[in-house]
Structures are given as C-alpha cells and as structure tokens.
C-alpha cells in the first residue's frame, strides 16, 4: 500500500512501511538570505568606518579638499542608510518570530502540521493493522 500526502512546507509524507519527512530547501534558503542580509550589512558598516575616517583624517589637513569631503560624506551618509534599514528589518523579523505572530519565515506552524499528520498516518497504520488482524481472527477462527 503507497499514500502520499502533500504537506505545506514539506516535500512529500510517503507512507510505505515507514514514514518519511522530507523538510523543503526553501527554508533553508531564507536562513541564508537573512545570513548573507547580515554580512552585507557588515560590509556597508566597514564602508561607514572607512568613510568617517577619511573624513576625520581630511578634516585635521590644514587645507582640506572639499570635493574629496562632500564624495565621503555622501557615502557615508548612503552607507548609514542602507545599514539601518537593513537592521530595521531584521529587527522587524526577529520581533514577529519573537512574539509569534504570522510571518513569511516562520516553519514552524507548518511542520508542527506535518509532524501531527504523521502523527495521524502512523496511528491509522496501527489501527488498520488491529483492524485487519481483527478481520483475519474472524474469517479463520481455528487460529
């Protein structure tokens, strides 16, 4: 006997004798998404240093260039934007996972839902096999 049940996140739950949980790769791949996020953002802050520092060391010249300032100044200032809102958004996603609301990367709901439907074709597998042994006992009472 081969039953296969769709799951939202999960491949596929076969049930052949055993019971097999395939977890999707999409997740996986919006773990790296918000990890590459994050160094990117490490990067933009390295950017921010380095732009501040050669505003600082411009700034002690005695003549300083003001073409070279306003071209650092403005990096910076993009660099700190782009950081920010970066961060915002990660915070955003770490205070939806934080106080469980629905959110588009949360799993777990759905492989709570997948792991209950195992649950459930594990437990009428068992009761099936009672079921049938039951049938067999009354069709051939000499055993």
Not at 13 to 42: C, H, P, Q, W
Not at 57 to 80: M, V
Not at 82 to 111: D, F, N, W
């Amino acid at each position: 006997m081969y039953v296969a049940l769709r799951c939202f996140t999960c491949s596929y739950i076969t049930f052949n004798g055993y019971l097999v949980f395939i977890l999707s790769l999409f997740v996986k791949g919006m773990a790296n998404d918000r990890l590459r996020a994050l160094e990117d953002v490490e990067k933009e802050i390295a950017l921010v240093l380095q732009s501040a520092g050669t505003i600082v060391l411009e700034l002690s010249k005695e003549k300083a260039n003001a073409s070279l300032l306003d071209r650092q100044l403005n990096q910076f200032q993009t660099s700190i934007n782009r950081v920010e809102s970066e961060l915002s958004s990660q915070i955003r996603y770490l205070t939806q996972v934080a106080t469980g609301q629905p959110h588009e990367g949360s799993t777990y709901s759905a492989r709570k839902d997948c792991q209950m439907a195992l649950n459930r074709a594990e437990y009428a597998r068992v009761k099936l096999g009672e079921l049938g042994r039951t049938c067999e006992m009354m069709l051939d009472p000499q055993t």
